[in-house]
């Protein structure tokens, strides 16, 4: 690896995870120095693990303090938060003002189930419910019915555990935690004492995980029913992870519950097949489904037409995110990323030098906070390389360049500094009612905390 005199000068769009990992590894190269511009839409950083990782999971947000701070807070990396990337700079003006360009802008759209009533008043998908509790701007202003005693999650991986415990956990709990005020204060009203989750295929194949399952046996004053339907695989074929989530579930099924006020139902081998109601979701209608398996050994369901109803006022659809597409980027609409090849972006199987990606907008939604690590270091190495063979430009631009621009069009983007402002106000304000924070939860709000 040659050495340069001037740091390389990069932006990285979004300040999530996968952000702030390539920001680590990037920094972690002495020998070829950096300088790092890191663009975030929303006037706060940390992407999903402020606006998704439970509150009731304090210990997954430690990352921020052990391993992101350190690297924001290093001098060669700058933060223009508030700052959108396709319209208040465009992608094209990074590329003339950096020398590498990395998207590590996370999937924010959702997965649809594709069947009649999804649309109807009711129905939403679990991403804008975790968005509302976790006080993201954009979705504060949301309001859900939690009237009706039953709510109903479609998919059950993490995202549906957490909706269920969000859901069913004591509000006594909840105040504890970093989640949105206006989210407790709704759920102190809320009616809801039972939760089904839908699997569409048998609990061998459930996609959460086990210490998230164990869990729920864990939320006081709410018991956990298995409904394992018609059919169930043969334990000894399974994986030692399936076969550990199968044993938690026939432990639920034992366990002497005590009387409890709610319940979760995990209930498998079920899908959705039509949302029913006058004017607002009132009926879920259910399909009981068979699994088959292919040649490759793929386990799929298969509905039947065995149908039942269950009365419900509130379903969310929890089965996957999805990325969006990026004005001016390839994207591969089938598995909802930008197109590339181990991070770097490529179109019609030809790379565009000095575009990398990372995260879920490179691998799509899964894994978990730590899988970026291993996810940045592959996008980080193909870049690295790429600066040996000389296949990246090196611009030399002027780090006045883009606060000039922004301030020129009247961009009110949120600093390094500003963001202390924000985290020591939020942070007081948690202080004195023994919380983590109290979220600022509107843009507003957080711009006026920098003043
Ligand atoms: P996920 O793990 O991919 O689970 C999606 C679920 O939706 C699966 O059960 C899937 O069933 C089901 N599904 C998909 N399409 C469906 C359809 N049309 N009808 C019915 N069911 C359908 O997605 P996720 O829960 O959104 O989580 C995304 C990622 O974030 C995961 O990697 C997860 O581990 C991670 N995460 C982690 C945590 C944590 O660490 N605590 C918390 C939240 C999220 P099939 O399996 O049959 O496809």
């Not at 029913?225 to 399936?242: F, I, K, P, R, T």
């Not at 390839?330 to 990606?357: L, S, W």
């Not at 990246?392 to 883009?402: C, H, R, W, Y």
Request: charged share 25%; hydrophobic share 40%; glycine share 8%.
């Amino acid at each position: 690896m040659s050495r340069f005199d001037a740091p390389r000068r990069v932006a990285i769009v979004g300040s999530g995870p996968a952000a702030m990992y390539l920001a680590s590894h990037l920094l972690d190269r002495p020998e070829v120095p950096h300088q790092i511009d890191i663009f975030e839409r929303l006037p706060a950083p940390w992407g999903l693990v402020r606006w998704a990782v439970a509150p009731d999971h304090p210990e997954k947000k430690l990352v921020i303090d052990r391993l992101f701070s350190y690297t924001f807070d290093r001098p060669e990396l700058r933060f223009f938060g508030n700052v959108e990337i396709g319209s208040d700079i465009t992608h094209q003006e990074l590329r003339a003002n950096y020398d590498g360009v990395f998207y590590a802008c996370g999937a924010d759209g959702d997965n649809r189930m594709g069947i009649p009533g999804e649309d109807l008043p009711g129905s939403w998908s679990a991403r804008e419910f975790v968005a509302w509790y976790s006080g993201h701007p954009d979705f504060s202003h949301l309001t859900f019915d939690l009237s009706h005693p039953r709510a109903v999650i479609v998919g059950n991986g993490n995202v549906a555990l957490d909706v269920a415990r969000i859901l069913t956990s004591p509000v006594a709990e909840l105040a504890k935690t970093d989640i949105a005020d206006h989210a407790l204060t709704a759920l102190s009203r809320s009616q809801i004492t039972e939760v089904v989750i839908l699997g569409r295929r048998a609990a061998a194949q459930g996609a959460f995980n086990n210490p998230e399952l164990e869990e729920l046996a864990h939320i006081p004053g709410v018991l956990v029913e298995v409904d394992w339907g018609a059919d169930q695989s043969a334990d000894a074929e399974l994986s030692w992870a399936a076969q550990r989530k199968l044993t938690t579930l026939k432990d639920f099924s034992s366990k002497a519950w005590s009387p409890s006020a709610k319940k979760i139902v995990l209930k498998f081998l079920s899908s959705p097949v039509e949302l029913i109601g006058d004017g607002r979701v009132s009926q879920i209608c259910l399909a009981a489904n068979q699994l088959q398996t292919d040649a490759s050994g793929r386990v799929s369901a298969r509905a039947s037409d065995q149908h039942t109803l269950l009365e419900t006022g509130l379903v969310m659809r929890a089965i996957g995110y999805r990325g969006r597409p990026f004005a001016g980027l390839p994207f591969d609409n089938k598995r909802g990323v930008i197109e590339n090849r181990q991070g770097r972006v490529c179109a019609n199987g030809e790379t565009i030098p000095g575009v990398y990606v990372c995260g879920w907008i490179k691998r799509g939604a899964q894994g978990v906070i730590g899988s970026n690590k291993k996810c940045a270091a592959e996008t980080v190495g193909r870049y690295l390389e790429d600066i040996a063979d000389g296949a990246t430009p090196v611009l030399n631009a002027s780090l006045e360049a883009i606060p000039h621009l922004l301030d020129k069009r009247g961009i009110r983007y949120v600093s390094k500094s500003d963001w202390t402002r924000i985290d020591r106000f939020e942070r007081n304000a948690g202080r004195a009612t023994g919380r983590p924070r109290v979220k600022l939860t509107t843009s507003d709000a957080l711009l006026e905390a920098t003043l």
